[in-house]
């Protein structure tokens, strides 16, 4: 899909037959991030969440921190960003991809890969706290560069974002679980046409009220709430959902592709850029798995869970013009290359990242992670009672003996 969108940018024949409004294609990826958000939140699981709450938190702040701290010290050094811009390359670079996460994950769920251990629940809440914070901090760092406010007043504006989001997302979630009562014709379609609605009003909205973090969040906890309502009616919800993710799926990869130009690409930035991102990238397993070291893991889970929080793509196609488009409208030749400079290693972490770790999620998850069905269930239960026979056999064998001997 990253190579079809390519191709409608960058082939000359091609790109003269197709013209991508930018307005419509960012409107398409904003429904795109909305419907893969309201999967998430039809998937988690509430048992496995409320063990792996800490560790949630952990996977959630540590990586993303750490990256981004290391990606703003390489680019100062290596490419010349001043500190600001630094960490605002580095917290766009830090932001993991939930569309890349969450429906690998789902699949994974789906077969029964790592659910015992609520591995897929675990990733997919994490993602989205992380992209929280990410784009928090890209928000911050971004409001110093421009001194668009004070950097208290963007600090708050961003633990406003997170609790605001939280709040909505909780009121919208139990209006969800009684309207549209049982009791009404279609309630499966209701229900479908009632939370993609309010996703994509939730994502919308925040964009244009100013808090643009908070609108995946509020999904992601409204989701969550009205499928812990809904009990086991959610299935067909969550199939409905998935329909829709298939035709937006497409779009939103191909329309990330289409944001690259190639032939805008500075060498020399193309290289440093993925110097920068490799140690990223190398930093960011690391405090993975130490902040998973102690949590119940095994040595093979670990290592699933450190390569699942190596995809970008989403965040990054996002946020990672909005630098490059205020530098433009400031008229400042310098930040207009600091902006290029961000948007290019950007560019470059979807293409390196993303179908790598989509890949490497795919290929690793049934090697590493231990395989929990109701099949596996049912086999051991019918082991016990072949079992219990066996048991019994051998004081009636022994009572039959004697029988046969007074005969």
Known sequence: MLLAGLVLRNVPYVTEAVHIEQAWSAALRNVALAIILTRAGLGLDPSALRRLKGVCVRLAVGPCTVEASTVAVMSHFLMGLPWIWGFILGF????????????????????????EKGIPTLLMAAGSFDDILAITGFTTCLGVAFASGSSWYNLGRGVLEVG???????????????????????????????????SVFAVFGSRV???????????LVMAFLAALGWGAEKAPVAAVVGRFWDIFQPLLFGLIGAEITASTLDPNTVGLGLVCIGVGLLVRVLVTLSVVLFSGFTLRE?????????????VQAAIGSTALDMARVSGDEVLVKYGLDVLTVAVLAILTTAPIGALGIGLAGPRLLTRHTEDTNADRKEGTEEDAPESVSGPVSKGVEPCESKM
């Not at 766009?92 to 659910?115: I, N």
């Open 164 to 198: 605001g989001g939280t709040i909505i997302g909780i009121i919208l979630g139990f209006f969800l679980r009684f309207f549209p009562s049982r009791d009404q014709e279609d309630v499966v379609l209701r229900r479908s046409v009632m939370l993609l609605g309010l």
């Open 209 to 219: 009220a100013g808090f643009p973090g908070a609108g995946g969040l509020c999904t």
């Open 302 to 314: 670990k290592l699933f869970i450190a390569l699942a929080w190596i995809p970008k793509a989403t």
């Open 92 to 115: 766009v670079l830090s932001a993991v991809s939930p569309a890349v996460v969450v429906p690998s994950m789902l699949l994974l769920q789906k077969d029964g890969y790592g659910v």
